[in-house]
């Protein structure tokens, strides 16, 4: 098993590809953490409005004395444009661009005749099978997912996920490549669409779309009902926060790979297509042209937070049967990749088994989703707690 000497020994260079949202703090962080970095964009702008935040969260950082020395943190991060300056040295690349399939499989293979042999790719995608990525690759043994969470500055957990063929060593070197940026990692066994933390929300994001258009509660008299249950922000405003276009390419996947019950609705196009894509546009469900949107109000009983929950118990207990990860897993990366009080199984102790059947029966015909009927293993009564 290597040990962190190994990995500092292993990856001395890592190249971030994508310089947005994402790519920005995962060079951050590797930085801190003692890497050299290339961060690459398609545009001089992007990658330099990309340094412009990594300066001011070093900045803040630095005044809360987390770290010291952001100029020589900031020194170790290279700004490039060329995909070849970007990962020709590079023993580790983290792809985070766009979430559009066809995007990411042309940068794999162009990295592909760039890199050395020996080069470990990994991709911070949210939701696609790494497996199927891979492919763009003529080192499927050495392709894995890391999946950072935002923002990767503040947020522990990433989880490390392995394609059908993925090595161990590789797995291995990850997670304690993971541990050295001071991160959680958790190891997601298959790559299945969405992974845990995402997947797990994916029964979630159908539920809240299907109130929003058959207007049973505004998104924010929802977000209100779901703050009250101590959640760090409400769903719309989460959904604002990491951005509506990500949220759609999400779900569109899941109604590609899963289930058609999935199909982003209407709203939400029309959402994407008019570029109210969150606060990096400045107008998604609410407007952040003045910073975090103020939640008047009231919490709403037409919404229950119980529902959401439900859903979403019955998700991670079908990632349990199909050996995606196990349940202290699942609850660990639930918490730490959302900043939530409980995990799913956690929350499941306190209920009955029949009540969760029973809802799920409900919420299936109420809202005709299949994805809300609940499992084999519910229905025998059976939480792999138990
Ligand atoms: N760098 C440095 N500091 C930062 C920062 C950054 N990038 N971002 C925020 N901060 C600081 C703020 O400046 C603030 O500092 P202050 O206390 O000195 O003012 C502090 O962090 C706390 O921020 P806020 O006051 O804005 O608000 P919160 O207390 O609510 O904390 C939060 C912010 C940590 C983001 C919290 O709201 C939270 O945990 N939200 C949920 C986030 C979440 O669920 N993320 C996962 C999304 S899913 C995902 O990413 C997967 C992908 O595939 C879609």
Redesign the pocket.
Known sequence: MPDVLDVKEKIKKVAVLGAGD?GH?IA?VCAIAGYEVTMRDIKQEFVERGMN?IR???A??Q??GKIENADEILSRIKPVVEMEEAVKDADLIIEAVPEVFEIKMQVFSECEGLAKPECIFTS????MKITELAKATKREDKFAGL?????????RLVEVIRGEKTSEEVMQLLVEFVKSLGKEPVRVEKDVPGFI??RI?APSGALLMAIIEKRIATPEEVDATMKGIG???GPFE?MD???VD??YH?MKYYSETISEDYAPSEILENMVKSGNLGKKTGKGWYDWSKG?PVIEAKPSDRVSPLDFTIVEINEAVKLVEMGVAKPEDINKAVKL????PFGPFELAKSMKVEQIVSRLEELSKEFEKEVFKPTESLKAGKLPVD
């Open positions: 994402m703090g951050e935040r001011e969260s070093l803040k950082l005044e809360k911070n995608t949210s939701t999946h950072f969470f935002n923002p990767v500055v503040l947020m933390v995402n929300q959640l760090p922000m989460l926060y990491t951005g990500i949220f999400a975090r990749g959302l900043n939530r």
